[in-house]
């Protein structure tokens, strides 16, 4: 039996540990799974883009999104490799995210994932031959890129599902803390509370 988990409240202490635990859960159906640092990573990734200031850039007047074209060209462009890296990261981290959670929207302008997954798996396969740090998880989102936007798109996604199991992991943290966050969180997937304090 699996439980609709859809407009469940966020129990985590932070953003990014959030989307990290639902990454997780996505990477377990895959064999091998992805690597637990390329889940940090992408939690990382998808808690920055929630702050406007970090996923627009603004120009003439106006804050826009800039092409993932126009990236590259700034990357080749750039004064030297480190400068280049970066912008070759954003420009990585910029087409996985769009990839992943806008597809309808890029499709109907005749952009499909083969785009995304060129412009993305290309900058992070740069990225695993020239980074200064964190080369094995360029190299992962490089190989396996079509995987990571799947894994973004269903880790971002209402409509989690919630094993047997793990509602009931959920059922014993409330019971031992009480938590009004997960009781609540509980009470939205139809669990009532009322008299469970006896089951202690």
């Not at 695993?128 to 190989?143: D, P, V």
Request: charged share 20%.
């Amino acid at each position: 039996m699996r439980v609709e988990t859809e407009q469940v409240p966020i129990t985590e202490t932070s953003l990014s540990n959030y989307f990290c635990g639902r990454l997780k859960r996505q990477a377990e159906r895959f064999n091998p799974p992805p690597h637990e640092d390329t889940c940090w990573y992408l939690g990382q990734l998808l808690d920055r883009f929630a702050r406007s200031e970090d996923f627009f850039s603004y120009a003439d007047g106006q804050l826009t999104v800039r092409p993932l074209a126009l990236l590259y060209g700034d990357a080749m462009e750039a004064s030297n490799d480190r400068h280049r890296c970066l912008i070759l990261q954003h420009m990585g981290d910029m087409a996985l995210f769009l990839g992943a959670l806008f597809p309808e929207k890029w499709a109907r302008r005749g952009i499909g994932q083969d785009y995304f997954v060129g412009m993305g798996g290309g900058a992070y396969d740069y990225l695993a031959s020239n980074a200064r740090s964190n080369r094995h998880i360029f190299f992962e989102l490089a190989n396996t890129f079509t995987r990571m936007l799947e894994m973004v798109a269903e880790a971002c996604s209402r409509h989690q599902q919630m094993s047997m199991e793990d509602l009931l992991n959920l059922f014993q943290r409330w019971q031992s803390t009480q938590n009004p966050v997960i009781a609540n969180q509980l009470q939205s997937l139809g669990i009532n509370l009322n008299g469970s304090e006896a089951l202690h």
